[in-house]
T-cell receptor, first 116, second 109 residues
């Protein structure tokens, strides 16, 4: 069992380009999350999905979009990348929060994105 | 609003004990998590407290006082591999995690 995989591992992108970060989990978790991590700051939630077919905005959603067509996949798209989106992006998943008592989020290995 | 504070960096000696504190302010609370993150890697789950008191897991223990908005992570018998960042996160009333900036723990021989 792989858990959560993310692709690519790292990417250098020209400003203005479109980019999709991929995230796949095989734990049959209903909930999935995208975070960005910047030096000196805590993880910040970009978007989340509590179940397939639904998505929600987190703390820093501007410039990002997500979709959740099925349980396993939760891609994050930057429509037109800007240098301030240079960051490490983590995908995570969990059981449906607040339902089973096991709200622990499990993280993928991350994607290091540099926008020039 | 919500706010989480933890020290930026701590140093400890191999074999010793270290306590990493986390204080928070929140209007809704559904638990307090601790994660470990080695440099260049993903955060990994360490502990979860939703009731007051101490939870022990081997060399690691976590304590919570909801009335004081306070938690700590206690690491015993420190090993060099414990050098990492330790992230405190509270689960708010919407069951979303609010993260502290993390405490970088440096272990010296």
């Amino acid at each position: 069992i792989a858990g959560i995989t993310q692709a690519p591992t790292s990417q250098i992108l020209a400003a203005g380009r479109r980019m999709t970060l991929r995230c796949t989990q095989d734990m049959r978790h209903n909930a999935m999350y995208w975070y960005r991590q910047d030096l000196g700051l805590g993880l910040r939630l970009i978007h989340y999905s509590n179940t397939a077919g639904t998505t929600g905005k987190g703390e820093v959603p501007d410039g990002y979009s997500v979709s959740r067509a099925n349980t396993d996949d939760f891609p994050l798209t930057l429509a037109s990348a800007v240098p301030s989106q240079t960051s490490v992006y983590f995908c995570a998943s969990s059981d449906t929060p607040g339902t089973s008592g096991t709200d622990t989020q499990y993280f993928g290995p991350g994607t290091r994105l540099t926008v020039l | 609003g919500q706010n989480i504070d933890q020290p930026t960096e701590m140093t400890a000696t191999e074999g010793a004990i270290v306590q990493i504190n986390c204080t928070y302010q929140t209007s809704g609370f559904n638990g307090l998590f601790w994660y470990q993150q080695h440099a260049g890697e993903a955060p990994t789950f360490l502990s979860y407290n939703v009731l007051d008191g101490l939870e022990e897991k081997g060399r690691f223990s976590s304590f919570l006082s909801r009335s004081k908005g306070y938690s700590y992570l206690l690491l015993k018998e420190l090993q060099m591999k414990d050098s990492a960042s330790y992230l405190c996160a509270l689960m708010d009333s919407n069951y979303q995690l609010i993260w502290g900036a993390g405490t970088k723990l440096i272990i010296k021989p």
